[in-house]
């Protein structure tokens, strides 16, 4: 009963300063324009709707026994990444800047964060609106890198590795992009909607995930096929609509660039899939619904951190080339021998890294006033700055999974055993079947 009472008093007193955290603020300000908030809380739910259905997209490419556990990866991270952000991680991705590394936690439990807008992020919505709307980008991010170790992964390992990763790896980074003061925004690199901080950080980090875990038993000699190809396009499908949240959102305002943003959207992955289809044909004689999925989600990733700044010809131009770099990447990957389950390094990472450098070589200010010139309107520096964000991010992230892998791994073993690996994780980690037939 002691016991029962100290685990009492200490959460009462842990709400308790949670909920002096949540006081009045004085740094925002300004009026709130309906609009512009109706658009970013619309693109927040369809973000938020984009995780569950990378769950889909994940699901339907796995073996029939792993179906439940891999959906429940990314359905899981609503949650724990829903509450992490409004406890601490949005101070530390968006608070006042520390060093440029890193926000102080003056913002922890929300406090600061009022219903007024913040200028230094959005001046004509709640200050609430675009913390929700960032909160899904931050819930997405580690979810992507799931598909690298699917199949194989304890569940309890997993929530610690993404509690620790989402601290440690997605909120600094954050910040250096896109918060004031981050050193990579005062460097002059571009990111509108997360091509580096969400797919390249997720895409490298599924990388060291996929080598340090080791391969899934009998890959390479058994056949590992999609129990459920059919849910997989549902998902892409999805992903494609919660994509225009995604990159159009991103505006934070309904407006000329939102549209912009929305159109090149849509072309880059409708050029990806056709690109993709095309490779296909011509490589095996038969364009496939697994490539056409794979191609789309592959040209959003790359129009994501140029969506703000290029024009549909551009757009076009870099879902062609995306589809047939992330297609080499996926075959190499089987010559290399390395098991990365769902090719997450392959789309996000090789597909984030050429939208950064496109943005580099396409980007204009006639799009948007507040970006900068590309190589093509004349400015070199750009792509330096993109280089350099790209090299940043890469080293950065790869690291750090790599410690946080063998810290987690410390604490709790990262595979399951091979008995429950071959029975399957939805009953061994969940207790549970995805079908009953």
Not at 117 to 145: K, S
Not at 283 to 293: D, I, S, V
Request: aromatic share 10%.
């Amino acid at each position: 009963m002691r016991k029962v009472r100290w685990v009492l008093k200490s959460g009462l007193a842990a709400l308790a300063m949670i909920g002096l955290a949540s006081g009045p603020a004085l740094a925002d300000g300004g009026k709130v324009e309906p609009g512009d908030t109706a658009w970013v809380l619309a693109s927040a739910a369809m973000v938020m709707l984009m995780t569950p259905a990378l769950g889909l997209f994940y699901g339907g490419m796995v073996r029939q026994k792993n179906v439940l556990a891999t959906i429940m990866h990314s359905f899981f991270l609503v949650a724990l990444v829903g509450v992490q952000w409004v406890v601490y991680g949005y101070s530390l991705a968006f608070g006042p800047d520390f060093h440029h590394i890193i926000g102080n936690l003056s913002w922890v439990g929300l406090k600061n964060v009022t219903l007024l807008p913040n200028p230094a992020y959005a001046g004509t919505i709640p200050h609430q609106a675009f913390m929700i709307y960032q909160a899904m980008f931050a819930i997405i991010t580690p979810a992507l890198i799931t598909g690298a170790f699917a199949e194989r992964m304890r569940f309890k390992s997993y929530v610690i590795f993404m509690l620790l990763w989402a601290t440690l790896v997605y909120d600094p980074i954050c910040h250096w992009v896109w918060a004031p003061g981050g050193w990579l925004r005062e460097l002059g690199a571009l990111d509108f909607a997360g091509g580096t901080v969400v797919h390249i950080s997720s895409g490298i980090a599924a990388l060291c995930c996929a080598l340090m875990m080791g391969r899934r038993h009998g890959y390479g000699r058994e056949e590992i096929m999609p129990h459920n190809v059919t849910m997989t396009v549902l998902g892409a499908g999805l992903l494609w609509f919660g994509w225009f949240g995604f990159n159009a959102g991103s505006a934070l305002g309904a407006g000329s660039l939102a549209t912009s943003a929305f159109v090149v959207t849509n072309t880059a992955a409708a050029s990806a899939t056709l690109s993709w289809c095309l490779i296909e044909a011509l490589h095996r004689g038969k364009p496939t619904a697994l490539g056409a999925a794979t191609g789309a989600v592959a040209g959003l990733v790359a129009i994501t951190p140029a969506s703000g700044f290029v024009g549909p010809m551009a757009a076009i131009a870099i879902g062609c080339v995306v589809s047939g770099l992330c297609y080499m990447a996926i075959m190499l990957k089987s010559k290399l021998g390395y098991d990365d389950s769902l090719d997450v390094f392959g789309v996000h990472g090789i597909g984030g890294m050429w939208g950064a450098l496109a943005t580099g070589l396409f980007a204009t200010k006639i799009i948007n006033s507040a970006g900068n010139n590309g190589l093509f309107a004349g400015n070199a520096a750009l792509l330096g700055s993109q280089l350099a964000a790209v090299g940043a991010v890469v080293a950065y992230s790869f690291t750090m999974t790599f410690i946080l892998l063998k810290l987690t791994g410390a604490l709790s073993p990262l595979r399951v055993s091979k008995e429950d690996e071959d029975i399957g994780l939805d009953l061994t980690q969940h207790g549970e079947y995805g079908y009953h037939v």
